[in-house]
């Protein structure tokens, strides 16, 4: 079946995780702390935070949860109840600092500008908010060439589950065999492969190829040789 839809997750394939993250995820633990030195302990810990190194550690739930996985967790070492104003208050504080920090892969905005002009429907479907992907999207320049912005928020449930990558295509009107999903995480790949789409590995995330291949159809490097690939498979 020809592909007509490509749909790409956000951190680690078209923002770099850790320039992007560690810094405003740190940055957030301390607002919500209050300066509390405990409270900021809990969170590090919760989080599988590297203090010494400044960064998020590949194990760490962050990854490739969204803030309605580990919320919870964030919630009860603070001290507070994790309810849907807690959840709302914590995506707007990391939306708030990732801003500062958000780094792109690559060129993506030539990236999308290409993949447009060769005729695909393009979207992001991450597992960020809907608020905060379309924030740092506006940043880096790409909403101008996507189609439709899929956060764990906006009501198509989130990775694993293929739930986000039906609702492209139910708004398209497309066969999800018609779709190819990349994206860093096995979260992305389990999520695309239940759906009946093309999954597409980047090694440019924290998950390595050995984690990574064997969920996938196609392993690259990173983003950018994705018009080649797609040249190929277009015979």
């Known amino acids: 079946?020809?592909?007509?839809?490509?749909?790409?997750?956000?951190?680690?394939?078209?923002?770099?995780?850790?320039?992007?993250?560690?810094?405003?995820?740190?940055?957030?633990?301390q607002r919500m702390s209050g300066g509390d030195p405990a409270k900021l302990a809990r969170l590090v810990e919760v989080n599988d935070y590297d203090l010494e190194?400044?960064?998020?550690?590949?194990?760490s739930v962050l990854v490739a949860g969204s803030s309605a996985d580990y919320g919870l967790a964030w919630a009860q070492a603070l001290d507070e109840v994790g309810d849907a104003a807690f959840i709302a208050n914590m995506d707007r504080l990391l939306t708030e600092e990732s801003l500062l920090h958000v780094s792109a892969i690559g060129d993506p905005?030539?990236?999308?500008?290409?993949?447009?002009?060769?005729?695909?429907?393009?979207?992001?479907?991450?597992?960020?908010?809907?608020?905060?992907?379309?924030?740092?999207?506006?940043?880096?320049?790409?909403?101008?060439w996507l189609d439709m912005v899929i956060g764990y928020d906006s009501g198509h449930g989130r990775k694993p589950e293929p739930g986000p990558i039906l609702g492209f295509a139910a708004a398209h009107g497309l066969a999800p065999q018609?779709?190819?999903?990349?994206g860093d995480s096995t979260h992305d790949l389990h999520a695309?492969?239940?759906?009946?789409?093309?999954?597409?590995?980047?090694?440019?995330?924290?998950?390595?190829?050995?984690?990574?291949?064997?969920?996938?159809?196609?392993?690259?490097?990173?983003?950018?040789?994705?018009?080649?690939?797609?040249?190929?498979?277009?015979?």
């Open 53 to 59: 190194n400044g960064r998020i550690r590949p194990t």
């Open 109 to 144: 905005p030539w990236l999308l500008a290409t993949l447009k002009a060769e005729g695909y429907l393009l979207g992001i479907c991450t597992n960020d908010s809907e608020a905060g992907a379309r924030a740092q999207c506006e940043k880096l320049g790409l909403m101008p």
């Open 1 to 29: 079946m020809t592909l007509r839809a490509i749909l790409f997750d956000k951190d680690g394939t078209l923002v770099d995780f850790h320039l992007t993250w560690s810094a405003a995820t740190y940055s957030v633990m």
């Open 178 to 182: 018609e779709i190819v999903l990349v």
């Open 192 to 235: 695309v492969r239940a759906a009946g789409g093309l999954a597409v590995a980047v090694l440019s995330g924290l998950a390595g190829r050995e984690e990574l291949a064997p969920h996938a159809d196609y392993v690259l490097d990173d983003v950018m040789a994705l018009p080649a690939l797609l040249r190929t498979l277009k015979g």
